[in-house]
T-cell receptor, first 115, second 111 residues
Framework: ETGVTQTPRHLVMGMTNKKSLKCEQH?????MYWYKQSAKKPLELMFV???????ENNSVPSRFSPECPNSSHLFLHLHTLQPEDSALYLC??????????????FGEGSRLTVL | QKEVEQNSGPLSVPEGAIASLNCTYS??????FFWYRQYSGKSPELIMS????GDKEDGRFTAQLNKASQYVSLLIRDSQPSDSATYLC???????????FGTGTRLKVLA
């Protein structure tokens, strides 16, 4: 079992569909992240959860809705997306201790195409 | 103003040479620094982390941190064609959960 697993790996959806991305980490970490990676742009932080509490929401449109039921699982619910939302969505986890962040580990990513 | 900056490249080096990748960042307190390698179509893979000034070596890779000058670099010795990828620099600041990434430098190692 790899450290951070994401499903599905590829997703094609229409603008009116509702879908969800799933992430699970097996590293015993206490923080989980969603990043968006578009062509020619740096990785964009979307959401951060620490101990299941959302600590960051980087001005992400409400058509993206995160859910973190426990420290090992993270979801990204998608609805009414736009074609410009097509990107690679990366889940990551780290261990936050003593005020410092440890190393960040990524899943394989979910490649999303919005038609 | 960007917080983490990298030259987008491509940086081309011949096989067996040393590749030098640089990253600058805005000044904050107690930063942590990370280098990732990302192959086309794949997710970023952690190469090294560095937390204090100086050099840190791991195999063919050496990370160098200079907090006074606000830069961190990655040296790859004996570069191989398989090292051809985009290298991402990331910075995290004490007391935050954020990791901010640069745009990455594309490295090409020519056989």
């Amino acid at each position: 079992e790899t450290g951070v697993t994401q499903t599905p790996r590829h997703l094609v959806m229409g603008m009116t569909n509702k879908k969800s991305l799933k992430c699970e980490q097996h590293l015993g970490h206490n923080a989980m992240y969603w990043y968006k990676q578009s062509a020619k742009k740096p990785l964009e932080l979307m959401f951060v959860y620490n101990f299941k509490e959302q600590t960051e929401n980087n001005s992400v449109p409400s058509r993206f809705s995160p859910e973190c039921p426990n420290s090992s699982h993270l979801f990204l619910h998608l609805h009414t997306l736009q074609p410009e939302d097509s990107a690679l969505y990366l889940c990551a986890s780290s261990h936050f201790k003593g005020g410092n962040t440890g190393e960040l580990f990524f899943g394989e990513g979910s490649r999303l195409t919005v038609l | 103003q960007k917080e983490v900056e990298q030259n987008s490249g491509p940086l081309s080096v011949p096989e067996g040479a040393i590749a030098s990748l640089n990253c600058t960042y805005s000044d904050r307190v107690s930063q942590s620094f990370f280098w990732y390698r990302q192959y086309s179509g794949k997710s970023p893979e952690l190469i090294m982390s560095i937390y204090s000034n100086g050099d840190k070596e791991d195999g063919r890779f050496t990370a160098q941190l200079n907090k006074a000058s606000q830069y961190v670099s990655l040296l790859i010795r004996d570069s191989q064609p398989s090292d051809s990828a985009t290298y991402l620099c990331a910075v995290s600041w004490s007391g935050t959960y954020k990791y901010i990434f640069g745009t990455g430098t594309r490295l090409k190692v020519l056989a």
